[in-house]
């Protein structure tokens, strides 16, 4: 256990090397007057056009604030695609009347997704289909429908990406949380990234497995988009922007992932249902969409995580615990301690939430062990009112 949470150090310690944070500033990439922005859209566009492309199904709570950050970016050369993924609820009044106001918004009204295709990447690809940015050094950016933007977000990201020769640029948002169920459980999202896996190595050009994606920014040529089937080649994808990030690494395209937690920003889920259903959706494809691995990675992430504060109990409570045993135990939780910590910390998170690290691993693991049953023995994959059989499906 102390090897492994040597190596997780390590990961930690590697982290602002090789993943850099989002520059501040940055020139304007395309000066322009707002007044003649509807003309500067349609026509005699720069090859660095951006088109925002955003999912959204039954997002009233979120897509109204979330979508007027989206067009409040000081970049005057781009739009912003909003699918309506066929909501039951008041998301596409609420985008149509944006629409009637912004002639940078696009209000897409998606169709059933095909028997093979998940809703998610079908909306993407709808909106890639009416989406401006068509040359091949035009820039596509998928964004979730609740994520919101800072107003230099698109310019900063778009300028970064273009000094750097990249093709694929993801940024890590800044997660909000509200709920104690989100503090707890929200942080294995950072934990695992950074710590538990090396986020690190998604910036080694020649790790080309290690790749990934994020829902709240994925940054891609339009170009390298296409030469990768789009969202077409994800179409039965859970993850699928976890996904796109890992074929664009593959491919051998320059690929960046990066912190921005000052220009994007997400609260993932609202309250412990929200947060439970979310990573019930999605568990048990990150642990390999396997239910004897998924398992085996349970067991031992929790006996890991529990056996040192249960001996680290026992004596406190009066158990003779021999001292080699007890001193090991007390480092072991020591390191997980220290060790996540240093993450919230370098995310700018508080870490009072790592002082549970018990109770972490109890919550974390009941998650993803329900996720396994639900998608793994029970074949349902279960989100926004839509129920799919599993075995259609793929990571």
Partial sequence: MLVLWALRAVNVALTPRFVPRLPKGGAERNPGSPAGLPQAILSDRPASFVSVVVPARNEERDVRAATLSKLAQDDLRFEVVVVDDRSEDATGRILADLASSDPRLVV????EPPADWLGKPHALHQG???ARARERTDWLLFA???VHFSPDAVRRAAAFAEERGLEFLTLMPRL???SFAEKLLIAAVPDFGFAYFPGWAFNVPALRRWGGGAGAFNLIRRGLYDDLGGHAALRNSVVDDIQLGRSAKKSGAACLLALGLDA???RMYHGFRETLNGFTKNGYFGLGANVPLALLLLAGFTVEG???FAVLSAFLAGVPVPGTPLLLAAAGAASALLVRASVQRLLGYSSWVVLLHPVWV???AFVFLRSTVSNGVLGRN?????VRDVRTLRI
């Fill in 144 to 146: 979730d429908a609740d």
């Fill in 382 to 386: 279960v989100w926004r009112g839509r």
């Fill in 176 to 178: 909000v949380t509200e």
């Fill in 362 to 364: 109890i919550a974390v």
């Fill in 306 to 308: 529990l056996l040192p």
């Fill in 264 to 266: 994007v920003s997400v």
């Fill in 128 to 130: 890639t289909l009416a």
């Fill in 108 to 111: 897409v009204k998606g169709v």
